[in-house]
C-alpha cells in the first residue's frame, strides 16, 4: 500500500508547509548515531535532494524517481551516497512504497565496475623514505621540531599500519599497547579491530612524545586520555588538543615540496594503497592482506592482486625472452 507524504500535527500556514521536509531533514539527522562525517555528508545529499524536488513535494516513489534522474551525470560512488541518505530518510519518515523504490533504484542507478587501485608508489617510497630520514635540527624552535617529529610518526604510522588518516588522527595514547605493539581502535563502521604497529612506528612515536612531553607542562587529562597526534600551532598553546585529519594532510602536503614531491600526485589514502600493496606482494595472500586492511570483503583486497609479480614474470617468460633457435620461427631466425 502507498505510504502517505509527511505530514505534521499542526499544518499552520503555507510558509510553514514548505519548511515542513526540512523541519523532518534536520530531525532525521539530529536522531542519527553517526560520525560527525557521516552526518556532513547525509545532510549534503539531503540539501541536493530538497533542491531538486522542491521542499514541498511528497515523499513518494515519482518524487524519489525525479531526484534519480536528476543525479544519474554524477559518478556512480556519490549516486550510492546521495541514494543511501534519501533511502534512510524515506525509511525515517515511513514514506514511499519499498517495493517501488526498490524497483527505481535499480532501474536508474548505474553500477559502477571493479577498478584496480593505481598510486604512484615512487612517490609515496620517496616520502616515507625521506621522512623516516629527518630528525629535527637541535637549533630549532621548540614548535618547529616537535612538529616534524609528529609528521614523522604520522607518516611512518600510516605507512606501517594502514589505518586511514580519520583513524590515525581519533588514536588517543591509551589505545596504543607498546608491549604488544598494537591498538585497539573503531574504525570505518563503527567496528573495533586491532591494528598492529612496526618497529620503526613505535620508535618514531617514542621520540615525538618524549620530546612533547618535556615541552608541555603536566596537563589536568589523564595520559590515556590524550590525543596520540596533538596540535603543534601557536593557537593550541600549551593546552594539547587534537589534530584533525584536514590540518594533519596540510601539514604533510606543506613538506611534500620540501623533498621534491607535486603533492597532486598524491593522496592521502595513497599511503593505505601501499600499505596493502606491500602486505601483498610480501605474502602474495589476498586473504591475509584483507585482514590486515581490515577489508569488509575480499572483493575489495583482490582490486590489489594486479600487483602480483608471478604475472609479469609469466609474460616476461613468454614474450621477451628469447627462445631457442629450434623454436624460433623462420622469421625469427638471424638472417645468413
Known sequence: MKKQPITTANPGSPEQQEGAMRQQIEHFLSTLQRSPRTIATYRNALEQFLRIVGEDAELNTETYIRFLKAIQEKSPATQVVYRTAVMRFYAFSRSGNWIELKEATEH??????????????????????????????????????????????????????GLRISEACALRRGDLDWKEQRAVIIGKG????????????????????????????????????????????????????????GAMWKAIKGRMAEIGVDPRQVRIHDFRHYFVTITYLAKGNLKLSQELARHESITTTSRYAHFSGELDAAYDEIFNQKRPASEQTQEELPQQ
Open 108 to 161: 536508474y542507478s548505474r553500477r559502477q565496475g571493479k577498478r584496480i587501485v593505481r598510486f604512484d608508489r615512487d612517490a609515496i617510497e620517496k616520502i616515507i623514505t625521506n621522512y623516516e630520514q629527518m630528525l629535527p635540527d637541535p637549533q630549532a624552535g621548540a614548535l618547529a621540531r616537535l612538529t616534524l617529529l609528529r609528521d614523522r610518526a604520522f607518516i611512518l604510522t600510516l605507512a606501517d599500519t
Open 190 to 245: 563503527d567496528k573495533q579491530a586491532v591494528v598492529r604497529f612496526s618497529n620503526r612506528a613505535l620508535e618514531a612515536l617514542r621520540l615525538y612524545l618524549r620530546e612533547r612531553d618535556a615541552h608541555y607542562p603536566p596537563a589536568r587529562m589523564p595520559l590515556a586520555s590524550q590525543p596520540l597526534f596533538a596540535r603543534h600551532d601557536i593557537r593550541a598553546s600549551k593546552r594539547i588538543r587534537p589534530i584533525t585529519s
